[in-house]
T-cell receptor, first 117, second 110 residues
């Protein structure tokens, strides 16, 4: 079946540094990928929709200059958390839609846990 | 997304059927019901979706009421590995993305 791979699965960084998270569709092409964030004991919150070859669409309240999204190919989207601070510590999850399935059948990555010290 | 209401938590004995309800009274005629689950510290996993007919796959069955205002996800023989948060989602027609509510935390008890 369709697989979405995220890397790294966990990362610890110092406050003020930038962290890049990669999301790859391994055996299918994804023109659209979605980035979610999940704080402890909370549900997933959609951050942005990543579109191959064009700018990402951010949800209200998500700072586009802080969470940089690049979708340069049909199999790779990256999320860069710039100048990370402790409040950015969270579980970041990407997903992609597999063609030929239902319109909202998404395959999710395993997530990337970010801890900012 | 159309609003959905799910109980916050449920328990189920291992080997028994788990029946997870979802209310979506404001659903429109052409909106589907999707179910996902999230096992602790993992990404969500698609389970099943349906419009108005009952659906079954290798993971679960989905029963949608005739008026489409509610549905039930059935795990026929729950195992410990089915312990997870289950999300019922009704995306807006044509919407390109999914919004997750709070879901139902199912605990399968040995």
């Amino acid at each position: 079946g369709a697989v979405v791979s995220q890397h790294p699965s966990w990362v610890i960084c110092k406050s003020g540094t930038s962290v890049k998270i990669e999301c790859r569709s391994l055996d299918f092409q994804a023109t659209t990928m979605f980035w979610y964030r999940q704080f402890p004991k909370q549900s997933l919150m959609l951050m942005a929709t990543s579109n191959e070859g064009s700018k990402a669409t951010y949800e209200q309240g998500v700072e586009k200059d802080k969470f940089l999204i690049n979708h340069a190919s049909l199999t790779l989207s990256t999320l860069t958390v710039t100048s990370a601070h402790p409040e950015d510590s969270s579980f970041y999850i990407c997903s992609a839609r597999v063609g030929g399935t239902g319109a909202n059948v998404l395959t999710f990555g395993a997530g990337s846990r970010l801890t900012v010290l | 997304d159309a609003k959905t209401t799910q109980p916050p938590s449920m328990d189920c004995a291992e080997g028994r059927a788990a029946n997870l309800p979802c209310n979506h009274s404001t659903i429109s005629g052409n909106e589907y019901v999707y179910w996902y689950r999230q096992i602790h510290s993992q990404g969500p996993q698609y389970i099943i979706h349906g419009l108005k007919n009952n659906e079954t796959n290798e993971m679960a069955s989905l029963i949608i009421t005739e008026d489409r205002k509610s549905s039930t996800l059935i795990l026929p023989h729950a195992t410990l590995r089915d312990t997870a948060v289950y999300y019922c989602i009704v995306p807006v027609t044509g919407a390109n993305n999914l919004f997750f509510g709070t879901g139902t935390r199912l605990t399968v008890i040995p």
